[in-house]
C-alpha cells in the first residue's frame, strides 16, 4: 500500500505562490507516477499535474501550463506542486495520487489518493 499526506495548502492572494508538498509510503515510491487532482466547489474533480517516476516526463493540464511546476525528490519519497501566479479559479481542494504506469489524465486510473489540502487565492 502507497499512503499520501499533503501538505503546504492555504490563503494566498491572486497573483501569489504555493508549493504543495506529498509525502509518500508504503511501497517503493520510485515506481509510481505521481500526480495531482484538484476540485473545486461543486464542480468535479480535475486532473492538473502529473510526473513519471524518473521525473523525465511531466504533463499539465492546459488551465495551469505555464504557471504550475511538478517535481519530485524519491530520496525523500516527496512529490512537489510549486504554483505560481494564482488565480481565483485555482482555488480547490488539491489532492496527490499514484498510480503504478504511465501518466492518465483520468482519475479512476489512480490507485492511491491523499486526504486533500485546501487552496484559496482571493481576488
Known amino acids: 500500500q502507497v499512503q499520501l499526506v499533503e501538505s503546504g495548502g492555504g490563503l494566498v492572494q491572486a497573483g501569489g505562490s504555493l508549493r504543495l508538498s506529498c509525502a509518500a509510503s508504503?511501497?517503493?515510491?520510485?515506481?509510481?507516477?505521481m500526480g495531482w487532482f484538484r476540485q473545486a466547489p461543486g464542480k468535479e474533480r480535475e486532473f492538473v499535474a502529473a510526473?513519471?517516476?524518473?521525473?523525465?516526463?511531466?504533463e499539465f493540464a492546459d488551465s495551469v501550463k505555464g504557471r504550475f511546476t511538478v517535481s519530485r525528490d524519491n530520496a525523500k519519497d516527496t512529490v512537489y506542486l510549486q504554483m505560481n501566479s494564482l488565480k481565483p479559479e485555482d482555488t480547490a481542494v488539491y489532492y496527490c495520487?499514484?498510480?503504478?504506469?504511465?501518466?492518465?489524465?483520468?482519475?479512476?486510473?489512480?490507485?492511491?489518493w491523499g486526504q486533500g489540502t485546501q487552496v484559496t487565492v482571493s481576488s
Open positions: 495520487v499514484a498510480r503504478y504506469g504511465g501518466i492518465w489524465r483520468v482519475q479512476y486510473k489512480y490507485d492511491y
Open positions: 508504503g511501497r517503493t515510491f520510485s515506481n509510481y507516477v
Open positions: 510526473i513519471t517516476w524518473n521525473g523525465g516526463s511531466t
